[in-house]
């Protein structure tokens, strides 16, 4: 699409200025073939950061649930001792 508005917008300022040559027209190709290939590998990379942050939030998340377990299990030894501690001071 940007390089058929650049080889039209390049052919209408050649029409109105001029006559456009084939190796500006070729210039103006190659320009924009440069600029699609500069998009392709932003987007490749913007790609790849994105799978790398959805790896990372799916470990966190996985983390997360893990702390929450070790929070629940700790509670549940901190209510047993509790409970033995007041056990043994009745004794």
């Known amino acids: ?8 917008v ?3 300022a050649g029409t109105l200025g001029g006559c456009v040559t084939t190796s500006e027209i070729a210039e103006v190709r190659a320009m924009a073939e440069k600029a699609q290939a500069t998009a392709d590998q932003a987007l490749a990379a913007a790609n790849s950061a994105k799978s790398t942050a959805d790896q990372a939030s799916a470990t966190a998340n996985a983390a997360s649930a893990k702390a929450d377990s070790a929070e629940a299990t700790a509670n549940q030894v901190n209510e047993k001792i509790d409970r033995m501690f ?3 001071m009745m004794k």
């Open 86 to 88: 007041k056990k043994s």
């Open 10 to 12: 390049l052919l209408t």
């Open 1 to 8: 699409m940007k390089k058929q508005l650049a080889l039209a």
